[in-house]
């Protein structure tokens, strides 16, 4: 099972909306709605900020929203802050693995 | 509250074996996936495999079967990641993490393993 595609690199300045894309096929993005996202700052472990395509778990910003279309889904930051600096990680339910679930390549977020 | 508490940083040399642990509690330790991802430095994630700690049943990536394994005590609430011979390419940080329905909810800290000679 290949990782899902992610670009590796996205920037924004702040206050500026930026969007993250992962991309797989028809075996996992495009064949289910379990797609989740995970920030993670540097030394630090993943953390949860987007479940089954959309939905955010509590306590998370609202400037953070997920979306899909065929087989791509992402992610988008909108209000730009310099906390949001970090790697992201898509997660997918996959069909074609024995762990059910596959993670994308990773983007790294920088804020100008 | 949730937790998973790993076990501390290991610094080890090719050929040793080793085994690291992860603790969960405050919630129900056998309803739940347990996964080990790795994360290489400066690397993704990866999923080295999962267990099921209420029945133990286990499953593995291809690129990890047969290189490490994983087992539970559930009577202790805790999931374990063992190598019988480390490899210096096995340098990485190693999280376990909760799997609830298609998400993971809650991650542990992260344990460090550094395999030099």
């Keep these: 099972q290949s990782a899902l595609t992610q670009p590796a690199s996205v920037s924004g300045s702040p206050g500026q909306s930026i969007t993250i894309s992962c991309t797989g096929t028809s075996s996992d993005v495009g064949g289910y709605n379990y797609v989740s996202w995970y920030q993670q700052h540097p030394g630090k472990a993943p953390k949860l900020m987007i479940y089954d395509v959309s939905n955010r778990p509590s306590g998370v910003s609202n400037r953070f929203s997920?979306?899909?279309?065929?087989n791509t889904a992402s992610l988008t930051i909108s209000g730009l802050q310099a906390e949001d600096e970090a790697d992201y990680y898509c997660s997918s339910y996959t069909s074609s693995?024995?762990?059910?679930?596959?993670?994308g390549t990773g983007t790294k977020v920088t804020v100008l | 509250?949730?937790?998973?508490?790993?076990?501390?940083?290991?610094?080890?040399k090719p050929?040793?074996?080793?085994?690291?642990?992860?603790?969960?509690?405050?919630?129900?330790f056998t309803s739940y996936?347990?996964?080990w991802v790795r994360q290489m430095p400066g690397k993704g994630l990866e999923w080295m495999g999962i267990i099921y700690p209420g029945d133990s049943d286990t499953r593995y990536s291809p690129s990890f079967q047969g290189q490490v394994t994983i087992s539970a005590d559930k009577s202790i609430s805790t999931a374990y990641l063992q190598w019988s011979s480390l490899k210096a390419s096995d340098t990485a940080m190693y999280y376990c993490a909760r799997r609830n329905a298609d998400r993971v909810d809650y991650w542990g800290q992260g344990?460090?393993?550094?395999?030099?000679?």
């Design chain 1, 66 to 70: 997920g979306s899909k279309s065929g």
């Design chain 1, 97 to 103: 693995s024995t762990l059910f679930y596959v993670f």
């Design chain 2, 1 to 12: 509250e949730v937790q998973l508490v790993q076990s501390g940083a290991e610094v080890k």
């Design chain 2, 15 to 28: 050929g040793e074996s080793l085994k690291i642990s992860c603790k969960g509690s405050g919630y129900s």
């Design chain 2, 33 to 35: 996936w347990i996964g």
């Design chain 2, 111 to 117: 344990t460090l393993v550094t395999v030099s000679s």
